[in-house]
């Protein structure tokens, strides 16, 4: 067990008051009826769903949205789309701009790897950067 981890409380009567803080206490079915309530939702108005993991930082989260429907997960960072593509996650979107230094390289090894990695871009010069490094063309 590692220093100051609340495992061994999970299930004990009582183990709320003795855990050590901060501590993420998490009511799984109100957590599953929020994901299926808003699947639901966008199946019925005909819309895909694509969450922010950047609410949730959780590959399970995220794999449980999955499984209710959603079609991917939208990621802030190029580190959190590592992360979600890295656990098998589809459909990941990153939302914010990946041009830079070693930056765009990654990118390119994440969509090798990943199913159905897309990114944005805030500019034509951005866009051409990209598809350069997507096709192996210096810039």
Do not use: W
């Not at 004990?12 to 901060?22: C, K």
């Not at 694509?50 to 802030?76: D, L, M, N, W």
């Amino acid at each position: 067990m590692e220093p100051g981890s609340n495992a061994h409380l999970i299930g004990e009567a009582g183990g709320r008051a003795r855990l050590n803080t901060p501590a993420l206490l998490l009511d799984l079915d109100a957590l599953d009826r929020n994901i299926e309530r808003m699947a639901a939702h966008c199946r019925r108005t005909g819309q895909a769903l694509r969450p922010h993991a950047k609410t949730h930082k959780s590959v399970e989260v995220a794999r449980r949205q999955i499984a209710a429907g959603a079609v991917g997960q939208c990621c802030a960072t190029l580190g959190e789309a590592e992360v979600l593509a890295g656990a098998g996650i589809p459909g990941v979107l990153v939302t914010s701009p990946v041009v830079g230094p070693g930056r765009t390289a990654r990118l390119v090894a994440l969509n090798e790897a990943a199913e159905g990695l897309m990114a944005v871009a805030d500019d034509p010069g951005a866009v051409a950067a990209l598809a350069d490094a997507a096709t192996g063309k210096p810039r």
